[in-house]
């Protein structure tokens, strides 16, 4: 056996399995910000991050936060560090929004993910019912989806956060109300994410994954978790719902 055939098998059985969880999906879970755009692409996480601080401590708040998360580069940390000390509160309430409106800001500088809205339209068209099921903001995920005019082929079907906090994911919240609208059974559903959050909410509700890593890092991050199905690019993933020949070696 050469080198080459060595390769080949696990790349090929890799490539099969991965074929047959799409040919299943009847229903596609998009995660919003990574599979479809980068959403901080061009208006810096950390910088939304740090306005959000800067509004804790205008309000008289300096003492709430921990100083790891006064300088954390995720804008979700310091929403999450607020509600575990100050739960369903209007404070909660206020950051939630503040958080939003960062979000929509950022929609106009978003890049899209390389293959990702051909997939959406592609998938649509051959008949899959999609919904996003995000910890963004539902009003961030349809403002970007309407400007790259993919709205159609979610709508009504996007559900983000809410001010329940603790029903964002990892919690399966988003996901089961996804099924329960388009009256989907798990097993005919596929999630795609890329982070063990959105991995663990997938397997909470029962729905099979697959991964999108952009890269080493991230598909590391995926298959420690537990992902068994993860692409480094979304072209395979459109190659395979176009019907394309795809080949294992790519």
């Not at 080459?4 to 099969?16: N, S």
């Not at 800067?54 to 979700?76: A, F, I, K, S, Y």
């Not at 999630?191 to 997938?202: C, H, K, Q, V």
């Amino acid at each position: 056996m050469t080198p080459d055939t060595k390769q080949t098998g696990p790349v090929a059985a890799e490539t099969e399995n991965l074929q047959e969880v799409i040919k299943r999906a009847r229903f596609v879970l998009f995660d919003f910000d990574g599979p479809i755009c980068r959403l901080f692409a061009g208006h810096s996480a950390e910088d939304v991050a740090k306005d959000l601080v800067n509004w804790l401590e205008r309000q008289g708040l300096h003492g709430l936060l921990t100083e790891e998360e006064r300088v954390h580069p995720d804008p979700m940390a310091v929403l999450y560090a607020v509600n575990r000390r100050h739960p369903h509160s209007d404070l909660v309430v206020e950051l939630e929004e503040r958080l939003t409106q960062q979000e929509l800001k950022a929609v106009p500088s978003a890049w899209p993910t390389e293959f990702a809205d051909p997939l959406i339209r592609t998938w649509s068209a051959v008949g899959a019912r999609l919904a996003v099921a995000t910890n963004n903001s539902p009003r961030t995920a349809a403002t970007y989806l309407e400007s790259r005019g993919l709205a159609g082929c979610f709508a009504p079907n996007i559900y983000g956060r809410t001010q329940d906090l603790h029903h964002l994911k990892p919690h399966p919240h988003c996901l089961v109300r996804a099924l329960n609208v388009m009256g989907a059974a798990a097993s005919d559903a596929l999630m795609i994410g890329d982070t063990p959050t959105d991995f663990d909410a997938a397997q909470r509700a029962g729905v099979p994954f697959l991964g999108y890593a952009r890269n080493a890092e991230k598909e590391k991050e995926l298959r420690s978790a537990g992902a068994g199905e993860v692409v480094r690019s979304l072209e395979t993933v459109l190659q395979m719902v176009r019907g394309d020949d795809v080949n294992p070696a790519r």
